[in-house]
């Protein structure tokens, strides 16, 4: 297939990363809240993977901090959890995204990370695994099929030739 | 759409989340599955959003050096993709050169993030004869963690014409005419008011078309040549009979009249004039396009001339002792030996008891089986091109492309085509200079060139015909040659 010469990581100058770089400042300082020095330690952590790869890494280290923190579902979890969904929709701001873009970020977020915190209260997690993971896969499903319809039809084609006349 | 590896790890690590949480215990874990899956979407999103706008920008192109091209020549491809306002994504496209195609490198042209315009040019060989359609340009989109592929029609083609004999004269008695380039006989140019060029003089010009201010400054005879604004209708009656398609020397008669032929539609396409083409087999007429200016008919045309010759294999030309038609003008064709053995008056049809008899005898008869064949099959050629003709309407140039191998047949069928007050031109193959072991006895092969020439002169002389022999051009001259030290000899 075709070489595509485009870096994998979307990595970006610090000084355009700087509603994500708040955030995550203030990331720090919450993990501090919770855990005092250890939390400000796992705090700087997942600042530092934030900044060499790139935002879900960061979640994904922030979530397993977090749970190597606070060893029982607290309210202070919800916080950090708002922390990193503000993270999320920072970096479609990030990205330049349209209103939509940002919009469908937000709605994500929300309606993922409350299912999420409704399965974390009523203790059904294999549940609610299942219906975050499903309902990740649907609406990917769907993104992917109105993609199909948009795309496709606007590429222009036109063929040229130096010399129409004939070579004799 | 399509996830890179990128994003199935993101993916993955999502789903890990999951499984740790359900294995754990610990559903704080499912934050982070559903914020990446968050992510994911909204970057999903995103994607598809730069897709729509950056393809509806986008301009994807092939362009050649030539549309038109000889067998194994060079001609360059390049693949350009261009954008209205520089893109959000990167841009892949590759082009799909046709199969057979030699080509140095993949035509593939990348656009980076930010960019606007990418070209990619690859030398391409053509070896292959015939027409080679490009194949869809394949567009990949992509922003690392998602990719879109897309391909776009193409509608470019290249032309590669077969490669022909290696010199082509066309001319009168040796002379090269003014044809071989695409010109006109020059008693039928130059009618229109308009000046178009000034050119050196070429045996056959008429002396009215002399530029005497260019020739004075020059030293050189120049003439004038005058726009042609004509609309002369005309129809390319091509020889395919097997005497055409013998091959003696490598290159067919039919291969060398194919080039004039050619000449004379490029010609036509030049002035604009309607042309069309007849094929003859040897079972009638073949191939029928109707005379018509448009660039259609006018590709039509080139493209069935360039086909000619490019199926079966050509039969091999037999010794210069071999006449499998029967040649019916006198001294004409037919090896002086045999000639002075046949009777004054012998006639297929005699009493068999008068018959002669013996292996020679029986080898004539054969012949002249063969001969009677071939006058029917002519009589019903003629009669289908006659009708053709009647069915074309105003024909006013009528070219002929054919060898001398039957002149009763040439005469009928110049005859057919001189009705209606047409002009004709026959371009004429010496079958002489096409045999293989020809050149042994040049002294026989000259004898039958001048019996050549002298058809070729009974042809011309007649009103509103023109006659040109087309030949290769160095067996042409070395016959030539041996002619002009003939007449040397004879002088001393």
Not at chain 1, 57 to 63: D, P, Q
Not at chain 2, 85 to 108: N, Y
Not at chain 2, 383 to 389: K, R
Not at chain 2, 396 to 412: E, G, I, N, Q, Y
């Amino acid at each position: 297939m075709i070489a595509v010469r485009e870096s994998i990581r979307n990595r970006r100058p610090l000084r355009r990363r700087w509603l994500e770089a708040t955030v995550v400042a203030a990331l720090v300082a919450a993990f501090g809240l919770v855990g005092g020095a250890v939390g400000v330690g796992l705090g700087i952590l997942v600042a530092g993977v934030w900044y060499v790869s790139d935002v879900p890494y960061a979640v994904a280290a922030a979530t397993i901090c977090l749970v190597v923190l606070v060893p029982e579902f607290e309210p202070a979890v919800v916080g950090v959890a708002v922390l990193l969904g503000i993270l999320v929709v920072s970096t479609t701001v990030t990205w330049g995204g349209s209103a939509r873009v940002i919009a469908m970020s937000v709605f994500a977020s929300l309606a993922f990370g409350g299912l999420a915190s409704v399965g974390a209260t009523r203790g059904r997690v294999w549940l609610t695994a299942a219906a975050i993971l499903g309902g990740i896969g649907l609406v990917g499903y769907v993104l992917h099929g109105v993609a199909c319809l948009e795309v496709g039809d606007g590429i222009e084609q036109s063929s040229e030739t130096e010399d129409a006349s004939a070579t004799r | 759409m399509r996830p890179t590896p990128t994003l199935w790890a993101t993916a993955l690590l999502a789903t890990v989340l999951a499984a740790c949480a359900i294995v754990f215990a610990r559903p704080e874990l499912l934050f982070g599955t559903a914020l990446i899956g968050a992510w994911i979407l909204a970057r999903q999103y995103r994607f598809s959003e730069l897709c729509t706008a950056t393809t509806s920008s986008l301009t994807v192109s092939y362009s050649t050096e030539d549309a038109r091209v000889r067998a194994g020549d060079r001609a360059s491809a390049a693949l350009t993709v261009r954008a209205a306002e520089p893109v959000p994504l990167a841009v892949s496209a590759e082009g799909r050169v046709p199969p057979g195609v030699r080509r140095d490198g993949p035509l593939v042209a990348s656009l980076e993030r930010g960019d606007r315009r990418t070209e990619r040019a690859i030398e391409a060989t053509w070896p292959v004869a015939g027409r080679h359609r490009f194949g869809p340009v394949t567009v990949e989109l992509t922003d690392g963690w998602f990719r879109e592929t897309i391909a776009v029609a193409s509608s470019l083609s290249v032309t590669v014409e077969p490669r022909g004999p290696p010199a082509v004269h066309v001319g009168t008695g040796g002379t090269r005419a003014t044809t071989t380039r695409g010109g006109r006989p020059s008693r039928w140019v130059g009618s229109g008011p308009e000046f178009d060029s000034v050119r050196e003089y070429s045996p056959g010009d008429s002396v009215g078309l002399i530029d005497w201010n260019a020739t004075a400054r020059l030293s050189r005879t120049y003439v004038r040549d005058l726009e042609r604004n004509s609309n002369r209708p005309t129809l390319l009656v091509v020889d395919l009979r097997t005497s055409c398609r013998t091959a003696g020397i490598g290159s067919t008669p039919q291969e060398y009249l194919r080039e004039a032929a050619l000449s004379v539609s490029t010609d036509a396409r030049r002035f604009g004039d309607p042309i069309g083409l007849v094929t003859l087999d040897d079972d009638g007429v073949g191939t029928r396009i109707d005379p018509a200016a448009s660039a259609r008919v006018h590709r039509r045309v080139r493209r069935r001339l360039l086909e000619l010759g490019t199926t079966d294999p050509p039969p091999v030309r037999r010794s210069s002792n071999y006449d499998p038609f029967g040649r019916s003008a006198a001294g004409y064709g037919l090896p002086t030996v045999a000639r002075s053995r046949i009777p004054a008056d012998y006639s297929p049809s005699d009493d068999p008891a008068t018959e002669p008899t013996g292996a020679f005898v029986e080898s004539l008869r054969s012949f002249s089986r063969v001969h009677a064949d071939r006058a029917t099959a002519a009589d019903s050629r003629e009669g289908e091109l006659n009708g053709v003709l009647r069915t074309l309407g105003d024909v006013r140039l009528a070219v002929l492309c054919t060898d001398d191998s039957s002149p009763r047949s040439l005469w009928k069928s110049v005859t057919t085509l001189r009705a209606r007050d047409r002009r004709v031109l026959v371009l004429l193959a010496p079958t002489v200079l096409f045999e293989g072991d020809g050149l042994a006895d040049l002294e026989g092969t000259y004898d039958r060139y001048v019996a050549f020439e002298e058809l070729r002169r009974d042809l011309d002389r007649c009103g509103g015909v023109r006659a040109l022999e087309v030949a290769p051009d160095d067996r042409l001259s070395t016959v030539l040659a041996t002619g002009r030290d003939r007449s040397r000899g004879d002088r001393r």
